[in-house]
């Protein structure tokens, strides 16, 4: 009974897609990311100097709304090439290949900042559920649900030896205003500071965190208890 109630109120769905996205691919590509960063840096030593910066660039819009082109969502993103491809055989699939896009962010002084930037796929679902009559899915449910795919993602990999230090997960809530840039801003913020944790310097004032984005303290306090995933109602599927 408990079970059927949480299926009800869509308790789970958030929950199963984090799981399914860390071990379907996270969990695959992130341990294999530093030895690709390393051999493009080898050949291109000026493009990815700050070795903080590494990582995979998780992007969470907690709208669920994206952009499959990133260089249409804001023209200061620029695709720069692909990094080495990583080939299983995967769930029958024969040679199937992994890879991420590294980029090039142009900041206000048309600096050039570079990284590996994605978003996180499943949040694609969520955005399809809701505009799925099928799902009862609420664009209340959608944004809750975001919150806690990007809650429970989170002390997924925190608890993950493989993955250590080669992500970075960004949320943010994006402005009511139509802003151009807004995407790219977002993403040299978190540039920066990583630049600052590899080569820290003394502020008098520390740099000032966009109101955008999110942290997961900031998440818990908008995700009651009842809202946490409860055991799957088992019935032979």
Known sequence: EVSEMSERSKQNVAHGLAWSYYVGYLK??????????????RANPRVLSCRRTWKLHILVPLSCDICDDLEKADSNIQYLTDLTETTLTRAGTKNRVYKHSLYAIRDEDNKLWHCAVEYATPLQS?????????????????QEQAKLFYRTLEEILKCSKECADTYRLIAY???????????????????????????????????????TTLDSAELSLQISSSDLPQPLQSDGF
């Open 173 to 211: 809530e994006e402005s009511g205003e139509a802003e151009p840039h807004f995407l790219s801003r977002e993403i040299l913020w978190h540039l920066q500071q990583q630049h600052c944790e590899e080569y820290p310097v003394q502020e008098e004032n520390p740099p000032h965190t966009p109101s």
């Open 126 to 142: 969520l955005y399809a559920m809701s505009q799925d009559e099928c799902a009862a899915f609420s664009r209340e449910d959608r």
């Open 28 to 41: 695959i590509v992130l341990p294999r990311l530093q030895k690709s960063m390393e051999e493009f840096s």
